[in-house]
């Protein structure tokens, strides 16, 4: 059975969250006042779980963590009547997995007490994914062996356990979605949703009862009530990719989510309690982002507590052929007929600069197996670098008149880049630092056609490292 110990100076508070835990499960549950009696109770029976307030009579609560016998098996929570962002990173950086905000309520601890497990039990997998990583080349989803992947993944290892908000940066197509996967597969909300929003291809007038919800009637065609990500990914994960696309009214409602840990559906008044952890990504420099007004600069530092940055393909050649032969076996498991690479394949796969990433890898292994009659792949249909005149030449460039709107400069931006690139979508993606899914939107609204700029389905997500 396992054992709760309560940490809190208020007798009453403490009472009250041992009887609610007492009525959730199979618990034994103990309560101590102050540092000194914590210590002389965890000395006495170890704890599985420890909610810890941080101001005790004789000291702050995280001079707990000054015994780390004590606290090395159990899953310790602070609880706090201020939510400061300072607090709960150096928390989160001793070995805190999560923190709640006074007052606590039933439903914050039903949470905490569903996620329970032990960290020796995280330990024991990520044990079992690194001895995967030597022998088979993948970290979960994510593949690679490079010393750049390797740095990723001790990042991921330390950030999963906790609640901590993760910001992964990175080129398009470096596969950012497959991360934050991976980040909720190891965390201890694995049990419940996984869901991610693409902020750039969800109109601006959506936007905000696709991530809130909306209630029956508050505006033209509300038909009836509609939950939003933040309800439908309760107690798990909510992947906010293309950060820097969220409308600005917009991103001061997330960040009052992410301060207060409720929000309230468009059209209503009632509060609810947000139980998830969020990880938000952009193709963009944040920093770049903030000066040119893309993302306000508080909700940057609320985001950015354990950033993670993706390096390009281009940066980790090693793993092109483990990143190539594993779509190749995957390809062929699903069309039943096996394919290797010729050596000259390989080498003209390691030797392009891949501007579309792991995603464009993916499409062209995808395009050459087709391609090929029989059971070798050449370089017949691989793609290769331009000629170093056409790339040394200088870039094109766009004129636009003062009073120009930002709709009119962007489409100029847009059609222009698609055409220096010979409407290559993929090149010219990367090259103007959105997704796929963003840069076919905006082409179907040029076109005005609702079939010329729709995107495939296998191109719509982040890429898999699968």
Request: glycine letters at 8%; proline letters at 5%; charged letters at 25%.
């Amino acid at each position: 059975m396992n054992h709760v110990l309560i940490v809190e100076d208020d007798a009453d508070s403490a009472r009250m969250m041992a009887a609610l835990i007492g009525t959730m499960g199979p618990f034994t549950v103990a309560t101590a006042g102050s540092l000194r009696d914590a210590r002389r109770q965890m000395s006495l029976q170890r704890p599985d779980l420890v909610l810890l307030d941080l101001r005790l009579p004789d000291g702050s609560g995280m001079a707990l963590f000054d015994n780390p016998e004590l606290t090395a098996n159990a899953q310790v929570v602070l609880i706090t009547g201020h939510a400061s962002l300072d607090t709960s990173i150096q928390a989160l950086r001793l070995g805190a997995t999560d923190y709640l905000i006074k007052p606590v309520t039933a439903a914050q601890l039903e949470g905490i007490l569903s996620r329970l497990m032990k960290p020796d039990a995280l330990q024991a997998e990520l044990s079992q994914m690194k001895e995967e990583l030597e022998q088979e080349g993948h970290f979960g989803g994510i593949w690679g062996r490079s010393d750049e992947m390797r740095r990723i993944y001790e990042q991921l290892a330390r950030v999963s356990g906790t609640a901590a908000t993760v910001f992964i940066t990175g080129e398009s197509g470096t596969g950012k979605e497959v991360v934050a996967q991976t980040v909720h597969d190891l965390s201890r909300r694995r049990h419940n949703p996984f869901l991610a929003v693409n902020c750039g291809a969800v109109s601006p007038n959506l936007i905000e009862s696709e991530i809130f919800g909306h209630e029956k009637g508050s505006f033209t065609g509300a038909e009836r009530q509609h939950q939003g990500f933040f309800e439908r990914a309760h107690g798990g994960t909510l992947f906010l990719d293309e950060i820097t696309e969220m409308p600005q009214e917009l991103q001061v409602k997330l960040l009052r989510v992410l301060e207060t840990g409720t929000f309230a559906r468009v059209g209503s008044v009632e509060s609810q309690q947000a139980d998830v952890r969020v990880i938000a990504a952009t193709n963009r420099s944040p920093l770049e982002a903030v000066a040119s007004g893309r993302l306000r600069e508080d909700l940057l530092y609320r985001l950015n507590v354990f950033p993670i940055e993706l390096p390009p393909l281009r940066e980790r050649p090693s793993d092109i052929p483990l990143l190539a032969q594993h779509f190749l076996n995957d390809i062929a498991r699903r069309e039943g007929e096996v394919k290797r690479f010729a050596p000259e394949a390989i080498e003209q796969l390691v030797a392009y600069r891949w501007p579309g990433n792991v995603r464009e890898l993916r499409n062209v292994v995808q395009r050459v197996y087709v391609m090929t009659a029989g059971p070798t792949i050449t370089d017949e249909w691989l793609p290769r670098n331009p000629p170093a005149s056409e790339e040394a030449a200088a870039d094109p460039e766009i004129s636009l008149k003062l009073g120009t709107s930002m709709a009119e400069a962007e489409r100029k931006l847009i059609l222009a880049t698609m055409e220096h690139f010979d409407n290559h979508k993929e090149r010219a993606a990367a090259a103007l630092g959105v997704s796929l899914k963003t840069l076919y939107n905006r082409l179907k609204l040029y076109a005005g056609d609702a079939g010329d700029g729709e995107a495939p389905a296998d191109q719509e997500r982040e890429t898999s490292t699968r």
